[in-house]
């Protein structure tokens, strides 16, 4: 799944995602909560950027997984949820 790691990627993904491909559901990206922190799936790195919405991120381990919101106004923020939740995946290909 997709990692952001600056303010660019996520105004990026945000409008190609939200305005360009027109996705009206929250999606999934890369990140988790594991030992105690916020961590990236792809190197177990900590975030470096963080976009969260106000009251994010939620306490309780159970919601661990993090979602980017579609609706206005607070396209493009992030909350953690449950990982048993139905959403679209944000998926990245490396470069070559």
């Not at 990236?40 to 997984?65: F, I, Q, R, T």
Request: with cysteine.
């Amino acid at each position: 799944m997709a990692t952001i790691r600056f303010k660019d990627e996520q105004d990026f993904l945000s409008k190609l995602v939200f305005k360009e491909l027109k996705v009206v559901d929250n999606v999934w990206i890369g990140a988790g909560y594991g030992g105690g922190k916020f961590k990236w799936y792809v190197d177990s790195s900590e975030l470096s950027y963080a976009n969260w919405a106000e009251g994010s991120p939620k306490d309780g381990e159970e919601k661990s997984c993090v979602e980017m919101l579609s609706e206005t106004p607070s396209t493009g923020k992030w909350v953690n949820e449950l990982c048993v939740k139905k959403n679209v995946a944000l998926c990245e290909k490396p470069q070559k």
